[in-house]
């Protein structure tokens, strides 16, 4: 049973940092893409980045967040952040971890619920 989980969304300001975490239960995707992704109300589910094991050269970005956006990987915690920094109302949403994918973009086989992001100006 794989089980992805989410930590660190909440309500900041505007200008602010945010770093999210997602630990992976049931298996260790070594070799396999871990990513993250966001929903903002009403709209579609829309890819932000991900990133093999190997640092420094397999992280992929979408446009909206490349500069402020930074995906990172601890294989041994089986633990993947994403660091936030200059955050925009644009940038609320539910963002979500997924894992086991052999792309950047997906598809993923496995979710998490989910963090919620709120940027306020």
């Known amino acids: 049973q794989v089980h992805l989980v989410e930590f660190g969304g909440r309500s900041v300001q505007a200008g602010n940092s945010l770093r999210l975490s997602c630990v992976a239960s049931?298996?260790?995707?070594?070799?396999?893409?871990m990513g993250w992704f966001r929903q903002a109300l009403g709209q579609e589910r829309e890819y932000v980045a991900a990133t093999l094991p190997t640092p420094g050269i397999s992280e992929n970005y979408a446009d909206s967040a490349k500069g402020r956006f930074t995906i990172s990987r601890d294989s041994a915690k089986r633990t993947v952040y994403l660091d936030m920094i200059n955050l925009k109302p644009e940038d609320t949403a539910v963002y979500y971890c997924?894992?086991?994918?052999?792309?950047?973009?997906?598809?993923?086989?496995?979710w998490g619920q989910g963090t919620q992001v709120t940027v306020s100006s």
């Open positions: 997924a894992a086991g994918a052999d792309m950047a973009r997906g598809p993923y086989p496995y």
């Open positions: 049931g298996r260790p995707f070594n070799n396999a893409y």
